[in-house]
């Protein structure tokens, strides 16, 4: 960076260095409350004026980047999120709340919405691998295609229009390793700085750690076991012009909850009017207790305005990391191009084992053991819930409970003293776009054996009893 | 977006018009040549006047963004690219045309780097992935950790210790799927737009295409047989304050060359004087001729301004896709945050797998033996390319020949002949940062056997012949 005469050179420069600034707290290198260099040091450091430097720190003070602190310096704002018109800006965040807390290892495991291994078909698995690699012995040697495996493909279109009345080619369909990488790419395909998303509240973390990453301004849609309200989402499509809605309609992360039909329906129309892209995940579908879900939105949609996520790898093989992704053109070219370059195509060997399972008549076996053993822990957490007088809706499927604490009791204040008794959920606020619901959490029901959901939730309900007694 | 009153609330309409234009040209919505919607329709789209949309193209024609035709109205301009400075401004390219090039099914095929599977051991690997099943029953019911295996990174750091004197504890590794991701994670970290980095000339055109999503600036530096012009190096290091310097100095893609040992020595003091962080791309280390490389420039590195990407999965199972990158603090815990973001780990059952034929004896026994299949592979061609007379330096590895076409010929005519009879290759100008490189060709004699590799070689030279007529 240069010194130079002239206004306009020196507005330039002026910008450079507030974006060289923005730019390293942005990519986490200053993060939030680290000191920032003194002017005098990064005017050196970027040979210009000190001045210059100065400007900058204090329009990033204006912008609320920046604070000062006692005279002594410049830090960085928390977190770098402005409230404006009720909707929510902020900068890329770097990491996922939700994975720092799942990597404690607890012996009362209720904040991983992951199946116990144990319910799982792994011997029988590891008997088809085998089967696999007799069919395919070349299957280590190539790259699968980008646009994943023809015979897979072929499959999952097939499963669709059976089970779900989606009418689909096997063109329409891109795998993926896992839904987060899919909800990545969407959102590197569709989001720039400042544009709208439409997200449920409460909602998967992970998905907002993505979005905000790519820059995008996360507007609220509260969901209740009703589905949301009609009139609202169309209210925060005129006003917001959102590019998408992503949306977990189906056994809802992390409530549980059912979006009606007749609200799907309609909000296909929604979608089609404003042009706003319905982002539809799906991994909980096949996870029901009672009776099955209604048709997924992408059923409903003629003109191509949803993007469907399919991840069933989640109750059948997690560790195969296998995700569907079905859309209509133009949006799977610009898919399947976002993918080439993340990393040119899921391994070949995943998708083949993956295919040979899900299209064996053990497939449906399973699903129906893995309904009744679910739901039998959902009770015994539903128990000691009612027990300890904490409120919930019981959902219609799904892997975790969307639970009140009692009283004015702090998840953050539960969940610290939890964790120092071996016991993991999710802070509801972790779940928040508006980072509020702060009396809420999330259990996860599908991960610790019944024994360890007993014993836990009960050593949970005792914890927060001391909290409510101060 | 709403009309308001006041110059402020204009101007900041006029930014936005100007950014919404903007993102879609760069999201690929509108490509290249396309025509833009007219001024009266996008002012009744955003709701907003006629003048400030009007404002909005005459800027971004000012900007190169766009372009006017024969009055009829505003078009995009080609890839955005704007030559400053000798150097390259280009904006987020969304396709990688190497993969273009790929997919075009052809009997010669000179333009996959990839190994013929029937060189790999798929036999032998099949049996040990029973074996892996035996051992880790579980392995395809939980996910990963987001860093990787934990047995598989204590492998590595061993291995790396033993086979290459890096000093590396299994802390300073993360399992990445492909090389290509982990280059896409490194950029995700380290770039934002319009910062420089240092790529060579020629180089791996998905890199390019990687940091010209990120909206990075590429300079480029050329590589010889001899290596860089280390003065040259410095130069563009103190010029343009890269943020990287993007290398593959090991039997380098696509000239085959390596940059000699004292060199590295000098470039990791000059990235630690520059601040420019290395990224040392090292998937060709084991498929030497003659004589082993000499260290990676991350041997050399005392201060962690190398990041080291070393993806052998090409020469044992591609179809795993495992690599691993090894730094230092602060830059890992920054890639695993990208990591956890984009796919939150790699699948557990791809690592156990290779983790195992890894540690095996009978990789060196493979090697060995590929080494030579390889060397075979490459005097074919070699004695082809002689016979017709064009020019390349012979490559001490990897597994391609950067050649010079004799005479005017256009590599670019004698691609779309080559294809007509089924023989690929790949362009020069994809691999040159400058779009240049017009009479030279990269030919990949790895994935090819020796018989279509001896054919498919004289039928090109023919073709050329009737190039060269004209």
Redesign the interface.
Known sequence: ?KKTAGTSRNHSLFRQVY?YIL?HI????WSVNDKLPSVRLLAEELKVHRLTVFKAYRQLTEDGKVYVKDKSGYYVSANNAVIEDGAIVSSYI???QL?DIQ?IPVKYQFSQA??D?NL?P??Y??DY??KV??MY??????????QGDDELRESLSQHFKEHHRLQLSSDELLIT??A??AI?LIAQ??L????SVLIERPTYS?AM??FR?QGARLIPVNISPDGYDLDEVEHLMRTY?PRMFYMNPTHHNPTGYTVPAWQRKLLVELAEHYQCLIVEDDPFRDIFFDEKPPLPLFAYDTEGWVIYISSFSKYI?????ICAVACRFPFMN?LI??K?????GT????QK?FLHYYSSPRLQQHLDKLRIALQIHKEIVEEELDRAGWEWTAPQGGLNLWVKLPGEISAEALYRKSIEQSISFVPGVICDPLGESKSWIRLSFSFANEALLREGMQRLAALSRTLEVK
């Open positions: 960076m974006d730019n942005e990519r986490g290198e770097q990491s996922s994975s990597r992951l199946i291994p799982l792994n011997l698995l590891s691998v085998k690699f007799d012995p070349k299957v280590m040697g190539t790259y699968a295609s980008v390793s896992g987060q990488q990545n395909m569709m720039g700085t400042l544009d992970v750690d993505i990453r012009k093989a997690p560790g195969l990391r610009q191009k976002a080439s370059i993340a990393d040119n391994p070949q060997l995943n084992i």
